[in-house]
């Protein structure tokens, strides 16, 4: 992968990670008190992916940006309307962006290693490391789901 294609993909998933950010941030804004904890974790987590891209993609010589900057960036790029009010279609929303997340970090974890050059399989180490906790926040997605599917 050349350096701009390279620049070009860390930088989407960037702004990918800041819209992650964003759905798990207004996490007092919930009544359920496992949501309440997850999410703040769950946000903690997002600002580690953003603070690792940003670091990597400044160790390659360029700034961060992000691609698409201001409103509701996850929204726009799944054409999905989260509504906080209702948790199960909340949980059910955020569920399916996180698989969409894990799906985007196979594939650019899967083109990194399949590069020759040493730095690209570095940052395939660290990507492979997003991508197992995009994996983990779906799994817990889905048994929160499941499992206020059978309380009620």
């Not at 010589?61 to 799944?78: A, M, N, V, W």
């Amino acid at each position: 992968m050349d350096d701009k294609m390279l620049m070009k993909e860390l930088n989407k998933i960037l702004t990918l990670e800041h819209g992650h950010l964003g759905m798990y941030e207004k996490y007092m804004d919930y009544s359920d008190k496992e949501i309440r904890r997850t999410f703040r974790r769950f946000m903690e987590v997002e600002i580690e992916h953003i603070e690792k891209l940003k670091t990597v993609i400044r160790n390659l010589g360029d700034k961060p940006s992000l691609i698409i900057e201001g409103g509701d960036i996850i929204g726009r790029l799944f054409n999905i309307t989260i509504n906080v009010a209702d948790e199960r279609g909340m949980l059910k929303a955020y569920s399916f962006i996180e698989q969409k997340a894990h799906a985007g970090y196979t594939d650019f974890v899967s083109k990194l290693e399949n590069d020759s050059e040493k730095r690209n399989q570095f940052i395939a180490e660290i990507a492979a490391s997003n991508m197992l906790e995009a994996k983990l926040m779906q799994l817990w997605l889905d048994d929160k789901l499941k499992n206020m599917h059978v309380q009620a």
